[in-house]
């Protein structure tokens, strides 16, 4: 069992434990630094741009983003497991990261919200076939006590593209570019991002086998812990809806247009900052509880964003929160994973993963949306936030 680190030497162990990390994890994170610098101009600027156009609302928003996250999670699964069986991952990380980049500005030309639905799941299509292929690259070249910090780093730097986007659209916006040209200015990231991804180098299996079960034939099911955990992660799923509703929220209580990038960056910028800390912190003490905290975290948030008597002022500090509860749960979840799935069998794991949550994702959404549109923010929040206290209940219970 590794030795408490004291406070004074916790700066400098974090230091080494970067320093060690392999080429591929931090190519991998510049990949998606750029690439969600692109992403997150866009993402925040849906709502007011869904708002122009005719027939849109808060329940053409949830199909959008619900549809959109359930064709990419189908071919996560489709492309883990290729990427398995032939051996060779970096092919499918380029078509995707190429399909996003070519497909995202031309929201830019929409006339309807059909065509935004179109291209949304275009720009998801490529997640679909990048996703898993690039998590289990990341996984395999890592040791074992490294697979926290690794995913931790990655979703740091692509938070960090998450915080530039946002503060790029505020910036345009504030200078009164229009709302439609800003989609154009993704293909100049997006354009980084492809001449920075052929330099990912594909990466062998390194790192040692993720159980000590010996490897599952072709189709075989998953180990049984794994299952567990899947399971309790898509209960929590049906009720983390697009993060879009944060954004909705803060229109609906009259937070400025300016601002909405503002309050996006912001969960962003914590999620940023936490990312490598709180991953690294699993390596050490265990992910099962902090998963936990961070759905418990998120059940408050939702609680409080649903409260008829919410002050604008109150959203920076859920924001805030909602970046923190980001920061302890998303690289720590692909990291239980990793030490849940055997080593040959990665690409498959990341593709169950990511399928139960984009397709957990449409109903949530959908339902979210409903709810909003029928009986107003406080029973929509009720519901996301009442899923993710039963799933950190069960988790935080239940045995490997």
Known sequence: MSRPIGAASWPVAMLSALRALPRTVWLLGCVSLLNDAASDLVYPLLPLYLATLPGAGAQALGLIEGCAEAVASLLKLASGVLADRHGSARPWVIGGYGLAALTRPLIALASGWPMVLALRVGDRIGKGLRSSPRDALLARSVAPAQRGLAFGVHRAMDNAGAVAGPLLAAALLGLGVPLRELFLWTALPGALTLWLIWRVPETPVIAAPAS????????????????????????????????????????????????????????????????????????????????????????????????????????????????????????????????????????????????????????????????????????????AGGCALLAATLLAFTKH
């Open 212 to 383: 000590t079960a010996p490897a599952p034939a072709a189709g075989a099911p998953l180990p049984p812990a794994l299952r567990r955990y899947l399971a309790i992660y898509a209960l929590f799923s049906l009720g983390n809806a697009s993060n879009l509703f944060l954004l909705w929220r803060a229109h609906e209580l009259g937070l400025a247009d300016a601002a909405l990038p503002l309050l996006w960056a912001l969960v962003s910028a914590v999620a940023m900052l936490g990312s490598a800390p709180l991953s690294g912190l699993s390596d050490r003490i265990g992910r099962r509880q902090l998963i936990a905290g961070g759905w418990t975290l998120f059940a408050l948030v939702y609680a409080l964003l649903g409260w008829p008597g919410l002050p604008p002022a109150g959203l920076w500090p859920l924001a805030a929160l909602m970046g923190l509860h980001l920061a302890a749960t998303e690289g720590t979840a692909k990291a239980l994973v990793t030490d849940l799935a055997p080593a040959a069998d990665l690409g498959r794991a990341f593709g169950w993963y990511h399928l139960i949550s984009g397709l957990c994702l449409l109903p949530a959404s959908w339902l979210t949306g409903t709810l909003w549109a029928a009986h107003g923010a406080p029973l929509a929040c009720a519901w």
